[in-house]
């Protein structure tokens, strides 16, 4: 059902958007939210029929993209025969969706407790830990993203904590590896492998190791610049995790569920964690679901004694059902594969071609349908081309870079200096080398802002 242009709509949609939906992240008087009429695989179109192609997977989750018909149908068929039902039953769609994702989780990931999206996984990753060992903190990465429930916000690095930053109690940032932007003016990736193990054991010596429940850290970060870690980083940090009795908590909201041509991020590392949050593609994002993958050890702590949490949508029906379609059909499809092939045969080449002709970009990285372009002013001096946390004014030529983009029918993902690659696991070759024309034009427009 394609619905067809129709602007007088798309005026009503937005005056009732902008009298009464208050939107995240925003100053409210100073955004334009597009109307969106419609959306199929790779592309969403406005009500006057503009389409766009987009590199942004809504907010990095619509895997398997818009409009499965096979998904819009399992769950259209779980609406038919029980559209929702209370935690604490056995449902179907429930324990097929908790079997499907323990069969794909590494290692003895094998119980998930379901959430409705990713924050609320990292709130009940830090207390399954917390409870788990009987101590107080939680050590995360300056340059992470875990959501913006209250802990979750503290735990983030990402400038979005700060201005809602208690300095809540029990959370320890520390610096993960970033050759490009080396907290440790480490000069190769192994030097930075060493160093940022060798920081982490001695802000847990000093932290006091026997305080410290839990390290969280994505496993590839997203929000904060896709930094892909250096080999050896994870493994090292699972080795001190488990010498100090430490909680290891992988977060795959964002690298799961096929974006990094794997199952899980965790999978390129040879890693395993004790528990592992998960959201976003787990169901392409068709119906709010997240939730954690806990290993054997911390699902015995709560085997005869209660875990204290739960939430009233926890595994719903509708969610479940979603998921149970996406993960079939991305098995069906060789969905995962095809992230892996774009990715090493579209994206990255295609990307470090882009890099070569605009003096812009500073650094190509990811893998996958997972990448960032890191813009600068100067290839020299690697200046962001905004400063950190730009707003306003300062953001002009990101902002630029977007609009530009736009005009031509992409939608892009832009944070801070960055932009960042990430269309639908499934995205056509063509669709990604379309994608790949446009940001060169696009870029055209930054390379005017560099020095
Ligand atoms: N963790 C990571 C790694 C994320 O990328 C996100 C969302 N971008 C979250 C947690 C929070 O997920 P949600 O917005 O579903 O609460």
Known sequence: MTPQPNPQVGA????????HVFHSWSAQELIDPLAVAGAEGSYFWDYDGKRYLDFTSGLVFTNIGYQHPKVVAAIQEQAATLTTFAPAFAVEARSEAARLI??????????????????????NATRMARLHTGRPKILSAYRSYHGATSTAINLTGDPRRWPNDIGAAGVVHFWAPFLYRSPFHAENERQECERALQHLEDTIAFEGPGTIAAVILETIPGTAGIMTPPPGYL?????????YGIVFVLDEVMAGFGRTGKWFAADHYEVTPDLMTFAKGVNSGYVPLGG???SSAIAETFARRPY???????????????????????EEEGIVEQAARIGETVLGPGLRELAERH???GEVRGTGVFWALELVKDRETREP???????????????????TAK???LWPFINMNRTHVVPPCNVTEAEAKEGLAVLDMALSIADEHTV
């Open 12 to 19: 009503a949609v937005k005056a009732a958007d902008r009298a």
């Open 102 to 123: 323990a069969e794909r989780t590494p290692g003895d990931l094998d119980k998930i407790f379901f959430t409705n999206g990713g924050a609320e996984a990292v709130e």
């Open 235 to 243: 493994t090292g940090v699972r080795e001190i995790c488990d010498r």
């Open 292 to 294: 954690v993958a806990i």
């Open 308 to 330: 204290p949490g739960g939430l009233t949508y926890s595994g719903h029906p509708l969610a479940c059902a979603a998921a149970v379609a996406t993960i079939n059909v991305m």
């Open 359 to 361: 003096p812009s970009v």
């Open 385 to 403: 081309l905004v400063p950190y946390n730009a707003a306003g004014t300062d953001n002009a030529p990101m902002a630029a870079f977007g609009a």
């Open 407 to 409: 005009a031509h029918g």
